[in-house]
T-cell receptor
Framework: DAGVIQSPRHEVTEMGQEVTLRCKPISGHNSLFWYRQTMMRGLELLIYFNNNVPIDDSGMPEDRFSAKMPNASFSTLKIQPSEPRDSAVYFC??????????????????FGPGTRLTVL | QKEVEQNSGPLSVPEGAIASLNCTYSDRGSQSFFWYRQYSGKSPELIMSIYSNGDKEDGRFTAQLNKASQYVSLLIRDSQPSDSATYLCAVSQKTSYDKVIFGPGTSLSVIP
């Protein structure tokens, strides 16, 4: 069974260029998360989708970042224009959200392999 | 105060010893707690989840939770070199959904 798929695995670009990261969640999962990981800030949630709808985008750093989920099997994270401080590993994760109120029901998140972004 | 705190390490233990990893959190309403393992250059992988006070054992791993002290720990018995990794503590916050906040991670090195 395929896990979360991300592409590209590595991206090197120059400051000012547009970057698009892609994610395919695990089939049947209804929640999708984009995270960014750096040495300084650790693993930060950027945006959370449930049933393709953005629920929490409070972690998106600024207007240069945007994310979409046009269907249940695909999501993109776009940075335009990119800056050197955007250099990080970007992870996509998916989970199967169960009904709220169920004790201990926080859902296991499965992470993709990540995209290592370097902005020169 | 950071929402989830961990000793950054690195923590070094000899092979066969017990490794003890600690985590504190600030949100008293948190209900779910997780330990993820992340090998260098890889993605985080869930190894333990715990929801109730006390201990939960899974093979060589034991998670301990004390909600009154806002403290969660992970013990690794009979540590192996393959356990060398960064361990991320994660805690759910009750917002409009079960938002998971990750700690900065503790780097563990098991010395043969």
């Amino acid at each position: 069974d395929a896990g979360v798929i991300q592409s590209p695995r590595h991206e090197v670009t120059e400051m000012g260029q547009e970057v698009t990261l892609r994610c395919k969640p695990i089939s049947g999962h209804n929640s999708l998360f984009w995270y960014r990981q750096t040495m300084m800030r650790g693993l930060e949630l950027l945006i959370y989708f449930n049933n393709n709808v953005p629920i929490d985008d409070s972690g998106m750093p600024e207007d240069r970042f945007s994310a979409k989920m046009p269907n249940a099997s695909f999501s993109t994270l776009k940075i335009q224009p990119s800056e050197p401080r955007d250099s990080a590993v970007y992870f996509c994760a998916s989970s199967l959200a169960r009904p709220r109120g169920l004790a201990g029901s926080t859902d296991t998140q499965y992470f993709g392999p990540g995209t290592r972004l370097t902005v020169l | 105060q950071k929402e989830v705190e961990q000793n950054s390490g690195p923590l070094s233990v000899p092979e066969g010893a017990i490794a003890s990893l600690n985590c504190t959190y600030s949100d008293r309403g948190s209900q779910s707690f997780f330990w993820y393992r992340q090998y260098s250059g890889k993605s985080p992988e869930l190894i333990m989840s715990i929801y109730s006070n006390g201990d939960k054992e899974d093979g060589r791993f034991t998670a301990q939770l004390n909600k009154a002290s806002q403290y969660v720990s992970l013990l690794i018995r009979d540590s192996q070199p393959s356990d060398s990794a960064t361990y991320l503590c994660a805690v759910s916050q009750k917002t409009s959904y079960d938002k998971v906040i990750f700690g900065p991670g503790t780097s563990l090195s098991v010395i043969p």
